[in-house]
């Protein structure tokens, strides 16, 4: 078929370089960006008195009907054309004829793309906040059901210091917090529009780049032309947000795969999100879990790609760029599937809260609070930390924990002790005493969960404004 190009040429693209030069396979998926950025721009053309009236109407009812069926299943985007701009194009042109062709004026396929691209992204954006939104969700109600659920902390994957599961689950809602701030953050910054850069030089017919601005939803026009049509940066940021989205969710995976272990039974995953073995009937893993897992270095393979593609760019625009989208297109899938399928896991798992309890009096997570019972007895804190090494030693003899020996044992020890340490080193002492900020005390918790519950329906309340706009 004819090329958009191929006024210069005198023979056909040879067949191998026609299917290796073309994006349609995975660009398709923006048909719906091309066609309203197209709208936008025609709409502008006939503002601006380049298009007549006539021919203006004639292109946003032709674009408009290719939308419907391609939206129907109408019409089906065919991989006879190059990529979907000249999809979009020739069909139009068979539908309404010359006044088609006119649809091109003012602007190039690399602005076309660029432009494109970022409303795609922009699109995608929202959605992976919204898919965060819904974590968070259920992290902040889980965290409400479980203020006084006591659990082991740990530092070195070895029992710390008694914190409660809300406390924990706490620090996962802060990584999704910033995760959402930072898609919020990489909006906004590339919220330009690129439309009316051309090639690279823009062009000599009079455009009003604002009000293409203004019709698409972008804060303004781009200040330069080369920059506008080479630039990724906006998603070399945004992928390296889903990175740390990734890496988020993986760490949280790897510790929902140890609770999760028969060895510690935390937690019981659901049978929706679990599946069995083959050969041994009692298993039932935690494979969705490990997917998420797995799948967080496909991420990370994307943003390493993007960053060797776009190191040795001279400007302007150049055909290695056409790489961006399938990596891109396929980090933003596998984000957004794994924070849906992770939300769904954690909202239906169950927490085994008695064996955490017990978990957490098991591993000498109060021999911290033993010692800080010393020192406030005036006991200086080094003596404190030998004397209570030296209990614990005594303790593993004897297969107990310290809140199990006799007051007569701690005061072989030291004669400071009284009978109120067995008080002082209670699982929920430990841990309601712990009232600083950040501190998993049930008073700082629940001025935590306060606090991230007002961030939500911020969140909600700004996601509605920009809904009405």
Known sequence: MAQLWGGRFTKETDQLVYEFNASIGFDQRMYQQDIQGSMAHVKMLAKQGI??????????????????????????ISPEY??????????????????????????SR?????????????????????????????????????????MPGFTHLQKAQPIT???????YFEMFRRDYGRLVDIRRRMNECPLGSGALAGTTYPLDREYVAQQLGF????????????????????????????????RFSEEIIIWNTNEYHFVEIDDAYSTGSSIMPQKKNPDIAELVRGKTGRVYGALFSLLTVMKGLPLAYNKDMQEDK???FDAMDT??????????????????????????????????DAADYLVNKGVPFRDAHSIIG?????????????????????????????????????????????????????????????ENEAFLNRVQSEDMQSDKK
């Open 335 to 368: 984000v957004r599937e794994c924070l849906v399928l992770f939300t769904g896991m954690l909202r239906t798992m169950q927490f085994h809260t008695d064996v955490m309890e017990r978990s957490a009096m098991g591993g000498f997570t109060n021999a911290t």
């Open 326 to 328: 399938e990596l891109v």
């Open 219 to 250: 804060d303004r026009a781009t200040n330069n032309s080369m920059d506008s049509v080479a630039d990724r940066d906006y998603l070399i940021e945004l992928l390296s947000a889903l990175c740390t989205v990734m890496m988020h969710l993986s």
């Open 390 to 450: 030296t209990l614990v030693l005594t303790c593993l003899e004897k297969r107990c924990a310290l809140d199990d020996l006799t007051i007569d044992e701690y005061k072989a020890v030291s004669p400071v002790f009284e009978s109120d340490v067995y008080e002082a080193i209670r699982m929920d002492t430990c841990v309601n005493k712990r009232l600083t900020r950040g501190a998993p005390g049930s008073e700082a918790m629940r001025a935590a969960i306060e």
């Open 165 to 171: 599961l809300a406390h924990h689950l706490g620090a």
């Open 51 to 76: 298009l007549s009236r006539e021919e203006y109407e004639q292109i946003q009812e032709g674009l408009e009907s290719i939308l419907r069926d391609v939206q129907s299943g109408a019409l089906s």
């Open 110 to 150: 690399n602005d076309q793309v660029a432009l494109d691209m970022k409303l795609y992204t922009r699109d995608m954006i929202d959605v992976l906040k919204g898919n965060l939104y819904d974590l968070l969700q259920v992290l902040l109600s889980i965290m409400k059901q479980h203020v006084d659920t006591v």
């Open 82 to 107: 190059e990529d979907i701009h000249s999809f979009v194009e020739a069909v139009l042109i068979e539908r309404i004829g010359d006044a088609g062709k006119k649809l091109h004026t003012g602007r």
